[in-house]
């Protein structure tokens, strides 16, 4: 009957049953997985560069996958372009995990594999001294081998889901898919535009105003600067008493002597000198 079903020869009904459980064995893995109601996503945290032209920060599966996971289980994130995550299925065992390089060939690769330790339900907060993100692409030198978190090649967009699997590779429970990530992409120089015709209002008349104050500060430099050193180029005129050939004083009056003696004492007797030599025999 079996193989009258499955549309074989009634003398290979064994061969039929066969394939029928290798099918069965196909599917049953796919069909135990547990779908966890969680879709990965930005971090909430006010954080500068969550977003980069390389990379993108998620918030941390906490208690996502407690109900699910045993002790020696491993939460793994799965990074694959938007058009081909469909296409990604899931691995059957740890050879069958694709490495980042795959990205580029496949479309999908996984990377970051956490044990539930580093994933707990207590506050992020308290006594961690970080913000709790997922850095995807931070992996510069590639250090994580050979899972590497390798920076992303290009703007995406992305999606991403997070998957549990046990200690031989075998999935246990998935999350949903991200919603589309798409990264930062730096401008051309010759993109940018610099016509200031399309500048707005307000931001001419600010210009307009800086510029003014740049001259007017100059000016005022400028004049500070000539006041300063004009005695040196143009030295000013003497008066007229410190001419060269001109002398002003004032009358000297001697005190301690009379002005009767003064005026009797002949011509070479000052008092304090000697008294001419005579020249009569």
């Not at 135990?32 to 390389?54: C, F, H, M, N, R």
């Not at 889901?161 to 990530?181: N, Q």
């Not at 005129?237 to 060269?244: G, N, T, V």
């Amino acid at each position: 009957m079996l193989a009258a079903v499955m549309g074989l020869p009634r003398g290979q009904p064994l061969l039929g049953l066969h394939m029928l459980l290798m099918a069965l064995n196909c599917l049953w893995p796919s069909l135990s997985l547990e779908l966890v109601p969680y879709t990965p996503q930005i971090t909430a945290w006010d954080l500068e560069g969550k977003v980069t032209a390389t990379t993108f920060s998620l918030e941390q599966p906490r208690c996502v996958f407690d109900e699910h996971a045993s002790a020696s289980d491993t939460v793994w994130l799965v990074v694959a372009f938007s058009n081909a995550s469909r296409s990604f299925q899931n691995p059957e065992t740890l050879a069958d995990i694709p490495a980042s390089p795959q990205l580029l060939t496949d479309g999908h690769y996984m990377t970051l594999p956490l044990s539930l330790d580093w994933l707990p339900c207590d506050d992020p907060m308290v006594g961690s001294g970080g913000v709790p993100v997922l850095r995807v692409g931070h992996d510069h030198g590639c250090h994580q081998q050979p899972f590497c978190n390798a920076p992303l090649p290009g703007p995406g967009p992305y999606r991403v889901k997070f998957l549990l699997t046990d200690a031989r590779g075998s999935p246990r429970a998935e999350t949903k898919w991200s919603d589309p990530i798409t990264l930062h992409q730096g401008k051309t120089p010759g993109s940018i535009d610099t016509w200031p015709g399309r500048r707005s209002g307000s931001m001419i008349v600010m210009t307009s105003i800086l510029s003014s104050l740049i001259g007017l500060l100059f000016l005022a430099f400028l004049a500070a600067s000539t006041a300063r050193f004009s005695s040196l180029w143009w030295p000013e005129e003497a008066p007229e008493q410190l001419r060269i050939g001109s002398f002003m004083g004032k009358r000297y009056m001697t005190h301690h002597i009379p002005p009767s003696e003064a005026a009797t004492l002949p011509v070479g007797c000052e008092p304090g000198q000697d008294p001419l030599p005579s020249l009569s025999p």
